[in-house]
């Protein structure tokens, strides 16, 4: 759709509702808001990156606790963050929230981008089962409007909703540059543990790495994440203790390793022998337009210790790399290598453009078991999607 509100214009109108505070994980229909906040371009507003949307959701109701009315940035793919926050946070105690979250998957879900499909088509009718203000920016009221019939739902002590279509809100031109300015990028780490594996399964990330890993080496013992961000670790734990014998190396990013953090003690306390973290800290969500993460004094390499981990290492050049890796590998699991790196290149497109996501889980599961056997088990029909 055509712009329906500039970013400057959008945190104008987020100052008539008294906001101070804008928290949230990024996605790129806020991309030109969130970069004027970051640069400090957002008339006295303060930006505070979230590591979920439920921990945003949480912050922004503490805020307004303490006197500070805040506004909460996300996209529909992590509605399910905020939903126990939402009804047993922000409900129950009358905590007036405004959440302006992007319609990724509607109306309809783009080509390569069926994990936004369910979502695209529910957040409407969610928001309605809980009878919470919402409104559409699609064009056919003026923001100046929205704002004030959010604003009487605020005053009433109810959250309110904006929901964002793809391109509703004016971009900024230029990048902002963030973080380290040395170091090896995305490529560089893919090409490396390309380099350095033989039989393990790799499973990325969402976002820039799965891109990366899928153009740069594409193979059936890859598992590439489309969406579920956080969670590949936990897939990782789960396909390590139900296969011993197979060796799997989880290939994360700052962001995802932070949005669930906690799975790392899940790891640590099972401990299996057979897996391998690589978190690269590029200290930015680099596939939603290289904004800031809160992870600028985390250190992952302590963390997974503290989590039980055997073994965990840092390491910031390219000339560390290959031998980190291989270390790693050689290692008894679970053990971590934190890559502290910086933003990259362009990844090339996702894997669900040529693999479907049913295929993507198929072909893994088939190495895995030594035979095709579909993931659903019986009942299903194990066909190939190709496009």
């Known amino acids: 759709m055509s712009e329906y509100v500039s970013a400057a214009g959008l945190l104008d109108g987020l100052r008539t509702l008294d906001t101070r505070l804008?928290?949230?994980v990024p996605c790129s229909f806020f991309g030109g808001p969130i970069r004027l906040l970051e640069e400090g371009r957002a008339g006295g507003l303060r930006y505070v990156?979230?590591?979920?949307?439920?921990?945003?959701?949480?912050?922004?109701?503490?805020?307004?606790?303490?006197?500070?009315?805040?506004?909460?940035?996300?996209?529909?793919?992590?509605?399910?963050?905020?939903?126990?926050?939402?009804?047993?946070?922000v409900l129950p105690y009358r905590i007036p929230v405004l959440v302006m979250m992007s319609l990724r998957g509607w109306p309809a879900?783009?080509?390569g981008e069926q994990q936004h499909h369910w979502m695209g088509q529910v957040s409407h009718p969610w928001l309605s089962s809980m009878e919470i203000p919402h409104?559409?920016?699609?064009?056919?009221?003026?923001?100046?409007?929205?704002?004030?019939?959010?604003?009487?739902?605020?005053?009433a002590r109810r959250p309110a909703f904006l929901l964002v279509p793809k391109g509703a809100i004016g971009a900024v031109p230029g990048v902002t540059e963030h973080g380290r300015r040395e170091g090896p990028d995305r490529a560089d780490l893919v090409a490396a543990v390309l380099a350095e594996v033989t039989d393990e399964h790799l499973l990325a990330t969402t976002g820039f790495l799965s891109r990366e890993l899928f153009n740069q080496g594409d193979r059936p013992g890859n598992f590439y994440m489309q969406g579920s961000m956080g969670h590949v670790g936990s897939v990782a734990l789960g396909a390590a203790m139900a296969r011993p014998e197979r060796r799997f190396v989880v290939l994360d990013g700052d962001g995802a390793a932070l949005m669930h953090m906690g799975s790392m003690a899940t790891t640590g306390?099972?401990?299996?022998?057979?897996?391998?973290?690589?978190?690269?800290d590029n200290g930015s969500y680099e596939s939603t337009g290289t904004q800031l993460t809160a992870a600028g004094r985390t250190d992952f390499a302590a963390a997974a210790l503290a989590c039980g981990y055997r073994t965990a290492a840092t390491v910031d050049s390219v000339a560390e790399l290959r031998p980190a890796l291989r270390r790693l590998?050689?290692?008894?699991?679970?053990a971590l290598l934190a890559v502290r790196g910086v933003p990259g290149a362009a990844a090339g497109g996702r894997a669900s453009e040529k693999v479907s996501p049913d295929e993507i889980a198929d072909r893994f599961a088939q190495g895995l078991e030594g035979?095709?056997?579909?993931?659903?088990?019986?009942?299903?029909?194990?066909?190939?999607h190709a496009v």
């Open 269 to 280: 306390h099972y401990h299996p022998e057979n897996l391998r973290h690589v978190v690269f």
């Open 109 to 111: 879900a783009g080509a």
């Open 329 to 334: 590998l050689d290692t008894p699991g679970p």
């Open 371 to 384: 035979e095709r056997r579909p993931v659903g088990g019986e009942g299903t029909t194990g066909e190939s």
């Open 135 to 155: 409104w559409t920016l699609d064009g056919q009221v003026p923001f100046d409007q929205v704002l004030s019939e959010a604003a009487d739902a605020l005053k």
């Open 22 to 24: 804008v928290t949230g």
């Open 49 to 89: 990156p979230a590591v979920n949307e439920g921990s945003a959701l949480a912050i922004a109701a503490g805020a307004r606790l303490g006197g500070e009315p805040a506004v909460v940035l996300t996209q529909n793919s992590g509605f399910g963050n905020l939903i126990n926050p939402l009804t047993s946070l």
